[in-house]
C-alpha cells in the first residue's frame, strides 16, 4: 500500500472528444430540465437556439476521458479501490460551451497531498479547441484515498469559504426522480454499480444506489444558472465544491444560494457566489460550493 508521488505530472496522451446537440439535451433531462426550459432539451425547436448548460463538460468530455484511464486514480497509488472517494470537483470555462464542440482532451496528475486521515489526488483534465487549440475547460477532480495519509506530504491548497453566517439570498429546490441515476448513467456517462446496482450499493453500505455527485454538482448548477444569471447559462464562469455525503433516487435537493458585494469578485472580475445542496432530510450533499459569474454585458 502506499502512494506513487513520483506520478505528479505524469500525462495521458491527447485524445479528440465530439459532442453534439442531441448529447446537450440529454444532459440537460438528466439535470431534471424540462417542459420550462425547452431551449435547453429540445436542439432547436420551434425556432429556439439551443442553449447548454456548461457543466455538460464534466459528463460529455471529462467523464469520457476518465474511461481510458488504466484505473479510477490514474496508477497513483497501490491502494485497493474500496479506498477511494469522490472528494471535490472544480470547472473553470476559459471559453463558450455550445450545442456541437470538438475537444482535444489530456488528463495531467496535478497533485498528491498528505491530508493524514488519506490522501488527496487531484487529477486535472485540459479540453482545448481540436481547430484552434484554445483552451474550453479546465476540469480537476479531487479523490480522496482513505487511510494513505501520514507519509509527510504537503497539505495541499485550502477548499473555498464556507458561507457567510446569514440566511441564504435564495434556496432553488429541484425533485430527483426515482431512476435518477439510471437516466443519468446515459446523459453523464457513469456507468459505476454503486449508482445503478442495488445489491452492490448495499454492499457498500448504502441503502440503495446513490445519485452520482456530478449529477449533484450539475443541479446546483442548473439552480444557479436561473437564480443568478436569469436563465443566461453562459454567464458561468467556474463552479466548484466538496461532496460531503450520498443522497439517493427521489431525494429532494435544495441549492442554497449566497450572493452580494460581501463576496466580491475573483482575479478576473467575476462575481463570486457561494452555496450548498441539501436534501429533504437537512443533509448537507454537497458543502462549501463557489461560483463565479460574469456580470452581463450593459
Known amino acids: ?3 506513487y508521488l513520483e506520478r505528479v505530472g505524469a500525462e495521458s496522451p491527447p485524445a479528440r472528444r465530439i459532442w453534439r446537440p442531441r448529447d446537450c439535451s440529454l444532459y440537460a433531462l438528466g439535470l431534471g430540465a424540462g417542459w420550462d ?3 435547453f432539451v429540445t436542439e432547436g425547436v420551434a425556432n429556439l437556439e439551443q442553449k447548454v448548460y456548461p457543466t455538460f463538460v464534466l459528463a460529455g468530455v471529462m467523464s469520457a476521458e476518465a474511461e481510458t484511464w488504466p484505473d479510477p486514480g490514474f496508477e497513483t497509488g497501490s491502494y485497493d479501490l474500496h479506498q477511494l472517494v469522490l472528494g471535490q470537483q472544480r470547472l473553470v470555462l476559459h471559453d463558450v460551451v455550445g450545442p456541437s464542440g470538438d475537444v482535444t ?3 495531467r496528475v496535478a ?3 498528505d491530508k493524514g ?3 488527496l489526488v487531484l487529477l486535472e483534465v485540459q479540453g482545448d479547441d481540436t481547430a484552434t ?7 480537476t477532480t479531487g479523490l480522496f484515498v482513505i487511510g494513505e495519509g501520514g507519509f509527510g506530504g504537503e497539505r495541499g491548497p485550502s477548499g473555498a469559504p464556507a458561507p457567510p ?3 441564504p439570498d435564495d434556496r432553488v429546490e429541484h425533485a430527483t426522480l426515482g431512476v435518477q441515476t439510471l437516466l443519468y448513467r446515459h446523459a453523464g456517462n457513469d456507468a459505476n454499480p454503486v449508482h445503478l446496482d442495488p445489491d452492490f450499493a448495499r454492499r457498500a453500505g448504502f441503502r440503495g444506489p446513490i445519485l452520482t455527485g456530478l449529477n449533484t454538482l450539475g443541479f446546483a448548477g442548473r439552480a444557479m444558472v436561473h437564480s443568478v444569471a436569469a436563465g443566461d447559462a453562459q454567464r458561468l464562469r467556474s463552479i466548484d465544491g466538496r461532496f460531503a455525503a450520498p443522497g439517493y433516487n427521489g431525494d429532494v435537493l435544495t441549492t442554497e444560494v449566497w450572493e452580494g458585494d460581501d463576496l466580491g469578485v ?3 472580475g467575476d462575481r463570486v457566489v457561494l452555496y450548498r445542496v441539501v436534501n429533504q432530510e437537512g443533509a448537507v450533499l454537497l458543502d462549501r460550493g463557489r461560483a463565479t459569474f460574469a456580470t452581463p454585458a450593459r
Open 1 to 3: 500500500m502506499g502512494m
Open 133 to 139: 487549440g484554445r483552451p474550453v475547460f479546465t476540469a
Open 105 to 107: 482532451s489530456r488528463t
Open 266 to 268: 475573483d482575479e478576473l
Open 117 to 119: 486521515s488519506g490522501a
Open 111 to 113: 497533485g498528491i497531498y
Open 165 to 167: 453566517d446569514r440566511p
Open 37 to 39: 426550459e425547452l431551449e
